[in-house]
């Protein structure tokens, strides 16, 4: 099909993978896939010495592989390798604008090509089964929608995935709006209203929404300090219209069937509680923890807190290793 040719015509050609800010798994290598449309990403891989498994990591808005070097690290303790991706616009793929530190795409299910490049490279590398999965926020919303329409993985995990955007009625309404009518406008491609180029680690600690940790704030202010290239600020409109109309359109479908656990943090800012809540309650084979004091980035928490999920994680997965959804 487009996709397995699109995917052929790169030849998994290496990309670079900044393992010195990441601190993963010393076994590392990256790789330039283009997707179906022509948009070329990048995907991560931190192997283990055993066939395990493979966990899929999916990573939030503004993230990019390297974010996830010390959960790659957590996982490989348990003897699975670990794959993740930067998405287009995203770290070292392609930028979608003339504004490198715009967060911009067309439609949301734009994202699912790259997922489907990344799949496709994994089956041609043999990496070791059972797949499994873990979406983080804005790669939780484009997970759930690719469980609906695949069944490459045997189980599936969550980070406060976003179900939902954390708005309140009024602004959620305003937001449709203006989002529609930029896009009649043609100023879609503008930054959404309050953001810029600005990204979540240009303010101080202490006002962050992401963690309570100051040594893993500074560890992820150290990788786009020494790889700026790596940086992404605040939304466009056509980004929040999108996300909007995706997640809405995701709260009124039925849950897949496949096994899942999710965490939820405590002191959630971004994502819409709520909807996560309400997709927990009636998931067949569904598990919700919550993490007490935590915020958004539960993984980018203390360690102890990072140990707690993966284990979590890892527990749920081996409870579900023996299935076959592949």
Known sequence: NAACFSVK???FKPSPLFNDVS???PDCSAYWLVTQDGTRIRVGLWKANTQKGTVFICPGYSEYIEKYGKTAKLFLEHGYTSVALDWRGHGLADRLTSNPLLGHVETFSDYLKDLD???FWAQNFELPKP????GHSMGGAILLR???EN???NAAAFSCPMWGIKLSPALRIFAYIYGNLARFLKLDK???PTRSEKGYFDESFEKNALTNDPDMWFYLIEQITKHPSLKLGGPSIRWVNSALNETFKLSKLPSPKIPCITFLAENERIVDSARVYNRMKVWPNGILHFIHSARHEVLMEDIATQKYVIQKIVSFFQSNDQLNNS
């Open 9 to 11: 015509l790169i030849e």
């Open 23 to 25: 601190l993963g798994p």
């Open 117 to 119: 490049a990344v799949i």
């Open 131 to 134: 797949w499994f999965v873990l």
């Open 146 to 148: 690719n469980l609906h």
């Open 151 to 153: 069944n490459h993985f």
């Open 190 to 192: 503008n930054f959404a």
